[in-house]
Structures are given as structure tokens and as C-alpha cells.
């Protein structure tokens, strides 16, 4: 157990988490802070934010937050300048800030040629944008320091072409190649210790899909019931399912790891359906 315990260790590390009043990001919360991490939460929405944070700290006092968007420069850097200033340093960046946006989305009955492009722009944007600016900002702490492990998400959408969502399936497939590039990049120019990687999650179940995928009794949809017929495990994943590759990405453990897309999907991204 000392073995483990060294090996996945991230005690004192500082995680940043953008989108950090979002599900996903607060199960990873718990899970770094359970691993011993102090966790700074980033997100646009004040109320949730706050929300999230009294959540957190019922069992972890090690946290706290900034209002701030992903797609401001200025805010990214006052928020910058305060976290220097209390802890001197970032060892975990993780751009949790994105997802798909309604309006963005095709109906059942259109097709590619009743997209709007102004939509299309918004989700490239929150979703492409809002990784990179972040990890621009936050990043240089780390180059500066040459050390630091960044996870980005990215989605089953850059794996397969998933009816309906074009905007933000071309926008997590620009965040695959965009890890891979960073990888490289601050590895030969900043050194061996600092890492980019991305967790694509597959069909997890939150508020925020669970009337796409199930009905209001429970039961699965259609589009829910085509998507468990394609994943081996048989079933949708829940936030918790991320927890263990995060802690693993952003420790030691994965030293040797860069430039790396890590599918947490039940086999979805692998299964051919036959």
C-alpha cells in the first residue's frame, strides 16, 4: 500500500479545474482532493460555483474558487496572478469547461445544410477556446517551473462520427490533435516533466443528456438504447467512471505518459456492433 500510495501521491499538489462547478469536474475534485490535492475551482456561473464549493468542502476543506471565463484573457490572468501569489505554482491543469450547446444541435428532421454557422462558431469556441486559452495562461506557470501534468477532455465524438453534434465533434476532435501538438511541443522545449494528455469520456449519464438518452419514467430512449448496443459494458457511464484515469494522469504514475487520448467509454470507441 506505501507503494501505491507513492506512486499515485499527490499530496500539496495545486489541481486547477476550469468548468468547475460542471458534474464532471466535481467528481474529479473529489477524487484529488481524496488524493490528498488543494483544488482551485473555475467557472463562469457565480451560484453554481459556490454551490459546488460548499458541496466539496463538507468533506475536504482544501478548496475553493474563481469566478472566471475560459474565453477571457484578462480574467484568466487576474486569476492567475492571485493563485501565484497564495501558492507560487500549478501542478494540475484540468479544462474541464466545454460540452455541446442546444442550438448547435441538429433536430431529428434537419440535416447538415440547416446548421447555423453563428452556433456552430459558439461551441468550436466554448468548447476548442476555452481549452487553449486556459492552458496558454495557466500553462506558462508550469513551463516556467518545468514541471506540471495538463488533461484535457475530449469526447467519443472525435472517435466516431455521432449524428447531429458536428460543431462540437469537430471541436473535441481540434482538442485531440491540440494535445498531441502541446505534448510535443513543451516536452522539447520546457523538458521532460511537464505532460498533456486527454480522457475522452464515452455516453455519461448527467443532467445535462439524461433526457436525450433516457425518458421521464427511466427508461432508456432510442438514441440511448443505439449507444448501450454499442458499448460492451452495456450501460451508460457515471462521473465517477473518470476519477481513477485522472488521478493516474495527474500523478507520477503516468511519468512516462504524453500526448495521449485515454477512452473511458465501456468499449464503445472499440466496438463495431457485430
Known sequence: MEYLKTLFNLEDKIALLTGGAGILAGEMAK???AAGAQVILLDINEENL?????DLQETHPRVFGFV???????????????ILAKYDRIDILINTAGGNLNQATLEVDQNFFDLKIEQF???????????????????????DQKSG??????????MKAISRVVGYSAAKA??????????????????????VNAIAPGFILTEQNRTL?????????PRGKQIISMTPFKRFGNPGDLVGTVIWLAS??????????IPVDGGFSISSGV
Do not use: C, H, Q, Y
Open 31 to 33: 477524487g484529488l482532493l
Open 50 to 54: 459556490k454551490r459546488r464549493i460548499a
Open 68 to 82: 472566471g471565463n475560459v474565453l477571457d484573457e484578462a480574467d484568466l490572468k487576474d486569476i492567475r496572478k492571485t
Open 121 to 143: 462558431k459558439k461551441v468550436t469556441d466554448l468548447n476548442l477556446n476555452g481549452t487553449v486559452l486556459p492552458t496558454l495562461i495557466f500553462g506558462k506557470i508550469m513551463a
Open 149 to 158: 501534468s495538463i488533461i484535457n477532455i475530449s469526447s467519443m465524438a472525435s
Open 174 to 195: 481540434a482538442i485531440d490533435n491540440f494535445t498531441r501538438w502541446l505534448a510535443v511541443e513543451l516536452a522539447e522545449k520546457f523538458g521532460k516533466s511537464i505532460r
Open 213 to 221: 438518452l433516457t425518458n421521464p419514467d427511466g427508461s432508456v430512449t
Open 252 to 261: 507520477d504514475a503516468s511519468k512516462f505518459v504524453t500526448g495521449a487520448v
